[in-house]
């Protein structure tokens, strides 16, 4: 493949005079990837009913979302990828700063002994963090420019690049903290974090990635499960209406929750291939941090009180809930509401006096839809087919892509396609404006009322242990079954069927049963799948 | 003092029935910094001719805007200070963006490996850099809820926590290029970086900070100089237009460039202490990089090129120069443009009924304001009297303050206080609005105007060293002056004086002279200070 790639580069761009093409064909050939790129626009995405995860791959790298790195579990965030990441951060800043919080940046370091602080936290972050050890690297003296670590600047105390930033941040509301008029602290941060996963994939398991994470200090228990409780439910509110993904609000299980949590609510996506995904989660701390760190408030009443505590995070795993529950075997298909480029024109026309009809006739629309806030892309590279133009901006899930030629100048028309249903109508330029606002609209209504119907149709109610294999392994999907409420039964279900309780639903009926493994007494159904 | 202060804590705030105040108030007093903060608010500032460092220091904190943590060299961005910053960041991000370039993200690690590939950014980095050497910690055997590192754990390749991108990214970038078709690639990245610096200050110095950095890649070497000159030139613009912080666009010495760059670009500020501060620096990188990690790309005519690189970056040490500039021994002074409050407003009443009667005579006004995106904030907190608002709004450089009390309820008027000049006037409610936007960009300019005064008083042409010696000491800022061109020469002045070249002015004049240090030839005059 290689080869041919290489030469069909080389009959392309030919060697210039004086060059020696033999050099230039074998400096070509060992220029490892060199044509991968030229490939992968030509050559179509493996089908989700292939292989569903080699698709997924596939589609991140060629949709120029995002790429592994030289860095083991880290990767690189490309241009497109990292557009799309920058318009989920700004809705949702913008949905924190409406609840009433703030900004803020802490260390990204974390010193040993404020990790090892809360103990729960500490264990249960230890076995995957990054730690510095030393502060100085020093010329090699065996090998001539190369750099080691110089053992005269070893830490006094190791830091660990954080994983969370419960530790750092209660050693620092410590101090913020004196009575209850300093009540309540609601802050955000917007930074990296670090877990040595073993197994990473991009976006959805990464060494290093992006994230928000809320941390508060309440006066009262009250008011920071409510906290939680809430932030729970704007991250729902998020993913529902802006990524266009159905999810289920629930709590997690004793052996699910966040290493340090008193309780955890999380919400729940479910992938077209059955598996699902925890898209956010929002804790409730109790008094574990105030009590790690000795932080106290003063009552009105005079009394000293230890503070309560509720943290959240979504990350730019989000990317991968989005790009797995809309997309086909073309590419992405992005929701309106996320998509750096909502509309795009394509020209078809032959010669530059055509082209500069099509453009006078485009010029009000684009203005228009400036005016209306739709971002709109004209595309008249002339280095590129329309058909490939075409395939491309499939690939990247554009919502709308207008095509005009010689015939849509004559009738006044444009041709319109939806990325969405993949569907293509005439359309007239006497409405094609509100034509537009209003498909937009329809997409976004659209991917959403499919997902959830998908979803829906793949929550099922099983009764034995029998069943639950059975449609775990034919069907997927979330699997609602009595459990009776024990760590043992949950560990066990796991280590058999790889099923884990994704949650108990918020909206969990009362409904005696039985639990499908053990046999013994549950007062209502939870949630099981296989996840990622 | 600690003592005092917890007495009228203990005062204002007794023991709750049944609390043993002996206990309550140890309590209270071991609560370290327990009344700093209602302290802070009471005490004045130490006064920028007492001890600027120090008013400095102070400020910092008391206006809200960081604190140091607990790590060694790490700050805390605090609310308002990351609110500044946040409005600095997005118009930043708005002029990269108009000058056609894209947001990613790379990761935080660069191998030890890629680190070493350009020799002279690894030599000049090495010696701050923070060492990841293990990815696991472990509970220690010896001490009972004690963590330590995994010595199972290390990794065969130590990973350097970024003091800058260029490694990681050109190493991305060799598989991102291969011909002129993929040029010019024009990427900016907001990111944490991290350099082990020794003697830190908050925002000027720290050990991990907050910054963006353009990476982009060229076909020509025009190309790449022109790009590094542009940012150059979006920095000043930022810089004196949001800021109101005047600059010198110059370039460095070699001795002062980026390391691995053939050619540094930097906008140099002077703040109000005679020192000089380096706002921004572009670099034109050569071929260093593309030759370090073997980056070459197809021309048109099929020849294999290096590609040419620029770098270039600004970082939350503006906020230092931001601060420095204006302020004054009340507090912060913000330019409008930047200030997360433009205008405050504070009622001044006895009684809910007046209260109630302010609110219904500002509301519309409000709504006025609020239309006109001028962020307004209405502080009827009743726990603090208008005098104590008045001093926290002076701290924090709230650019307008206006009072409304029942005189001017009566007389359709308000008070309005300017934070630049300290000045107030009455103003009546008909042309208020006006008056308001009119006001701010009033203050924009007078601050820019004022600091520019400043700073233009404060270049001095010198001609001996004696002369240079003297002005340095006595009246401090740019010091013009004729040097030979070496970096022997400049090695020297800055050993014997501590002032450095902050930079060739880009606008130098021809003019012959001797250097005033050797007496050798100089074809023009450079700019030394003493600098932050």
């Known amino acids: 493949m290689l080869i041919i790639s290489t030469f069909v580069y080389f009959v392309k761009f030919p060697p210039a005079k004086g060059v020696h093409f033999q050099n230039y064909f074998v400096l070509l050939h060992t ?85 090892e602080a809360e103990e729960k936290n500490a264990e249960g972050f230890a076995k995957e963090c990054a730690v510095v050890t030393h502060y100085r690297l020093k010329a090699d003296p065996n090998q001539k420019g190369k750099l080691m670590v110089d053992p005269q600047a070893k830490l006094e105390e190791e830091l660990i690049v954080r994983p969370t930033s419960e530790a750092i941040i209660w050693n620092t509301y410590k101090t913020w903290i004196q009575s209850y008029r300093d009540l309540p602290i609601l802050i955000n941060q917007w930074a990296n974090v670090v877990r040595w996963e ?127 529950s809309h997309s086909d075997d073309n590419g992405l298909v992005l929701p309106p509401l996320l998509a750096p480029i909502q509309v795009v024109i394509v ?6 006096e055509q082209l500069q009809a099509i453009r006078e006739r485009i ?34 899930g554009i919502p709308v ?37 209003q498909l937009l609209k329809d997409i976004q209504t659209n991917i959403y009322q499919k997902a959830l119907a998908y979803r829906d149709s793949h929550i099922t109610e099983v009764n034995s242990y029998e069943e639950f294999k059975e449609v775990l392994e034919n069907k997927g999907g979330f699997l609602s079954a009595h459990w009776d409420g024990t760590p043992e039964t949950e560990a066990k279900i796991k280590e058999e069927t790889q099923a884990t309780i994704r949650c108990i639903p918020l909206d969990q009926k009362e409904e005696a049963g039985t639990c499908i493994y053990s046999g013994k007494p549950s007062k209502g159904r939870v949630l099981f799948a296989k996840a990622y």
Chains 1, 2 share one sequence.
């Open 31 to 115: 220029k490892y990837n060199f044509c991968a790129k030229d490939f992968s626009m030509s050559k179509n995405l493996t089908s989700r009913a292939e292989d569903y995860s080699k698709w997924y791959n596939e589609l991140v790298v060629k949709a120029g979302l995002a790429e592994s790195s030289g860095v083991r579990g880290c990767m690189v965030i490309k241009p497109y990828g990292y557009a799309i990441w920058e318009r989920m951060r700004d809705i949702l800043d913008k949905m924190f700063k409406d609840t009433g919080h703030q900004n803020a940046y802490f260390p990204i370091f974390v010193p040993k002994s404020y990790f």
């Open 198 to 324: 073993m197994r990473t994939r991009l976006f959805l398991r990464t060494a290093e990635f992006l994230w928000q994470e809320g941390h508060t200090a309440h006066a009262t228990q009250a008011e920071a499960v409510e906290e939680a409780q809430k932030m729970n439910e704007v991250y729902a509110t998020f993913v529902e209406q802006y990524m266009g993904v159905p999810v289920v609000r629930g709590r997690k299980t004793e052996t699910e929750r966040f290493a340090g949590a008193d309780d955890t609510y999380c919400i729940e996506a479910l992938m077209q291939d059955g598996k699902a995904l925890q898209a956010g989660t929002s804790h409730f701390l109790g008094q574990n941090f105030a009590k790690a760190f000795d932080v106290k408030y003063a009552t009105k009443e005079g009394a000293l009180e230890y503070v309560w505590a509720s943290s959240w995070g979504v990350s730019t795993r989000l990317m991968g809930a989005l790009i797995m």
């Open 401 to 437: 892509r207008l095509a005009v030629g010689q015939r849509d100048l004559e009738n006044n028309t444009y041709e319109v396609a939806r990325r969405d249903t993949l569907t293509k109508e005439s359309v007239s330029g006497d409405n094609i404006i509100t034509h537009i606002e």
């Open 347 to 352: 020209p078809i026309y032959k010669g530059e």
């Open 363 to 396: 010029s009000p629309l684009m203005q228009a839809l400036k005016e209306r806030n739709i971002a709109v892309k004209f595309d008249d590279d002339d280095t590129q087919k329309p058909g490939f133009k075409f395939h491309e901006y499939e690939l990247k």
